[in-house]
C-alpha cells in the first residue's frame, strides 16, 4: 500500500485526500438556506466532481481516492443545485396571486403593487 504509485508517498495520494475538505464543506452547507447557495459554485463544484471522476478511471494508475472524492463532489453539486433550483422556481410559483373576481383586490396582490398604480385609471376602464 504505501509503495503503490498513488500511495500515501505521492501527490496522487494527498491531493485528493485534501479536496475531500472541499466536499466535507459542501455536505456542511446542507444546513445553510437555499437562497445563500452560489449557483457558479455549485456549478463548479458539479463539473469538477463530473470531468475529474471520468479523468481518474482513465490515468495511469487508477487512483480510487481521486474517483471517490470526485464522486461525492459531483453528487454534493447536484443535490445543492437542485435546492437552490427548487428554491427559486417553487418560491416564485407560491408567490402568485390567485385569480381575483374583484378590481380592488387586484391592487391589493404583491405581483402588480409597482406597475398598476402608474396605469391604474386605464386598467379599470378596460376590465369593465
Known amino acids: 500500500m504505501a509503495s ?7 501527490i496522487h495520494f494527498w491531493a485528493p485526500t485534501f479536496k475531500w475538505g472541499i466536499s466535507i464543506a459542501n455536505v ?4 445553510k438556506p437555499p437562497e445563500k447557495l452560489s449557483y457558479p459554485q455549485q456549478i463548479a463544484v458539479t463539473c469538477t466532481g463530473i470531468i475529474w471522476s471520468r479523468y481518474s478511471t482513465v490515468i495511469t494508475p487508477k487512483n480510487w481516492n481521486l474517483f471517490s ?5 459531483a453528487g ?3 443535490y445543492q443545485l437542485a435546492r437552490k433550483i427548487q428554491h427559486d422556481y417553487s418560491s416564485e410559483s407560491e408567490a402568485e396571486p390567485a385569480i381575483v373576481k374583484n378590481n380592488d383586490e387586484i391592487f391589493q396582490t404583491p405581483l402588480f403593487s ?4 402608474v396605469i391604474s385609471p386605464f386598467f379599470f376602464f378596460a376590465a369593465n
Open 76 to 78: 454534493t453539486g447536484l
Open 69 to 73: 472524492v470526485n464522486v461525492v463532489m
Open 4 to 10: 503503490h504509485p498513488a500511495g500515501p508517498k505521492t
Open 114 to 117: 409597482g406597475a398598476i398604480s
Open 28 to 31: 456542511a452547507d446542507f444546513s
